[in-house]
């Protein structure tokens, strides 16, 4: 591994802001911190950062202790929410910050940040102020700026957050498309689960100061370990027990030995609407979601989601079937 956390923790007063993180981040890899606001995740990047002190674990990068090493001496590359661009320099000159401080001559600087400029394709932009950018350039001067010291690791806190959602998806490929080309590990905060998906080779979802579940961005989705992941990652419809046994008895099966603690996670895709009146199910809602339809039915006495093509008849008070394809059965921890 790259960048090794062992047993990290951090107490604010009474409340226990991170509760022993245990996480590894291998060179060349995009991981994403994943969770709701309040989980822990800028305050772990902080921490990886210098920026913030922990309580006690460790940290290392490449072999190298890192715990008590300042924020200055760790050579990351750091893009915030707000980019945090000088107002009264140009974008060169913003992208030579970081180069000045560390003694780089003129001329070296000069080239540099010309290189950087070019690798995010705004070097026709280099003599304008951050003012006179959209924000989606902006954004691309932030990151130029911390890859222009050639960073061990890139760390970035909700770098997409400000932008619309048109500039926000094409961000999200830029930004992948220069992490593969450097090679350079990136590790980001979001609460953006769709953001999370669509960049991380790796997944690390957070809840309450501790780490629900690690994994591919297909494997937290598809194979949720607790009811909270299923729940925040995705739409879902989770099954009590009792409801399962009576209903849905074919899941059973593969219920794990401490039963009381588990509920049933089927993704709306797995659920199927037919004719079939065998199980009849009662529409409640119709969600138009572009190539395909949210449809909510009631069945035996609960709500749940399904997902059909949009050219699929389907309006709310009709009558369907309902069942269900048992390659989507999870059962996840309560």
């Given at each position: 591994?790259?960048?090794?956390?062992?047993?990290?923790?951090k107490?604010?007063g009474?409340?226990?802001?991170?509760?022993?993180?245990?996480?590894?981040?291998?060179?060349?890899?995009?991981?994403?911190?994943?969770?709701?606001?309040?989980?822990?995740?800028?305050?772990?990047?902080?921490?990886?950062?210098?920026l913030l002190?922990?309580?006690?674990?460790?940290?290392?990068?490449?072999?190298?202790?890192?715990?008590?090493?300042?924020?200055?001496?760790?050579?990351?590359?750091?893009?915030?929410?707000s980019?945090?661009?000088?107002?009264?320099?140009?974008?060169?000159e913003?992208?030579?910050?970081g180069?000045?401080?560390?003694?780089?001559?003129?001329k070296?600087?000069?080239?540099?940040?010309?290189e950087m400029?070019?690798?995010?394709?705004?070097?026709e932009?280099?003599?304008?102020?951050?003012?006179?950018?959209?924000?989606?350039?902006?954004?691309?001067?932030?990151?130029?700026?911390?890859?222009?010291?050639?960073?061990?690791?890139?760390?970035?806190?909700?770098p997409?957050?400000a932008?619309?959602?048109?500039?926000?998806?094409?961000?999200?490929?830029?930004?992948?498309?220069?992490?593969?080309?450097?090679?350079?590990?990136?590790?980001?905060?979001?609460?953006?689960?769709?953001?999370a998906?669509?960049?991380?080779?790796?997944?690390?979802?957070?809840?309450?100061?501790?780490?629900?579940?690690?994994?591919?961005?297909?494997?937290?989705?598809?194979?949720?370990r607790?009811?909270?992941?299923?729940?925040?990652?995705?739409?879902s419809?989770?099954?009590?027990?009792?409801?399962?046994?009576?209903h849905?008895?074919?899941?059973?099966?593969?219920?794990?030995?401490?039963?009381?603690?588990?509920f049933?996670?089927?993704?709306?895709?797995?659920?199927?609407?037919?004719?079939?009146?065998?199980?009849?199910?009662?529409?409640?809602?119709?969600?138009?979601?572009?190539?395909?339809?949210?449809?909510?039915?009631?069945?035996?006495?609960?709500?749940?989601?399904?997902?059909?093509?949009?050219h699929?008849?389907?309006?709310?008070?009709a009558?369907?079937?309902?069942?269900?394809?048992?390659?989507?059965?999870?059962?996840?921890?309560?």
């Amino acid at each position: 591994m790259y960048l090794e956390i062992d047993n990290l923790y951090k107490i604010f007063g009474d409340n226990i802001v991170l509760d022993r993180i245990n996480l590894e981040v291998d060179s060349g890899e995009f991981v994403c911190l994943l969770g709701p606001s309040g989980c822990g995740k800028t305050t772990l990047l902080r921490i990886i950062a210098g920026l913030l002190p922990s309580d006690g674990g460790k940290l290392s990068l490449d072999g190298k202790h890192l715990t008590n090493l300042p924020a200055r001496e760790r050579n990351f590359g750091i893009v915030f929410q707000s980019y945090s661009l000088f107002p009264h320099m140009t974008a060169k000159e913003n992208v030579g910050y970081g180069l000045k401080i560390r003694g780089w001559n003129k001329k070296e600087i000069e080239k540099r940040s010309m290189e950087m400029l070019e690798l995010i394709n705004l070097a026709e932009m280099s003599n304008r102020y951050p003012h006179q950018l959209s924000g989606g350039q902006q954004q691309r001067i932030a990151l130029a700026r911390a890859l222009a010291i050639d960073p061990s690791i890139i760390l970035l806190d909700e770098p997409l957050s400000a932008l619309d959602a048109k500039v926000r998806e094409k961000m999200r490929m830029e930004i992948k498309d220069v992490q593969r080309r450097l090679g350079i590990p990136i590790l980001m905060v979001t609460h953006d689960q769709e953001e999370a998906l669509a960049l991380a080779d790796k997944v690390v979802c957070m809840n309450k100061g501790m780490i629900e579940q690690i994994g591919r961005p297909d494997e937290l989705y598809l194979r949720p370990r607790t009811r909270f992941v299923a729940d925040f990652i995705g739409a879902s419809n989770l099954m009590a027990l009792d409801w399962v046994s009576k209903h849905l008895p074919e899941a059973m099966a593969t219920l794990p030995q401490e039963r009381d603690e588990y509920f049933l996670c089927i993704r709306p895709e797995f659920v199927i609407l037919n004719g079939d009146a065998a199980k009849p199910a009662n529409v409640k809602s119709v969600t138009f979601h572009g190539s395909f339809n949210r449809v909510c039915v009631e069945y035996a006495g609960v709500e749940m989601t399904a997902e059909v093509h949009n050219h699929i008849q389907c309006d709310p008070g009709a009558s369907v079937g309902v069942s269900f394809d048992a390659n989507g059965f999870v059962w996840v921890k309560s």
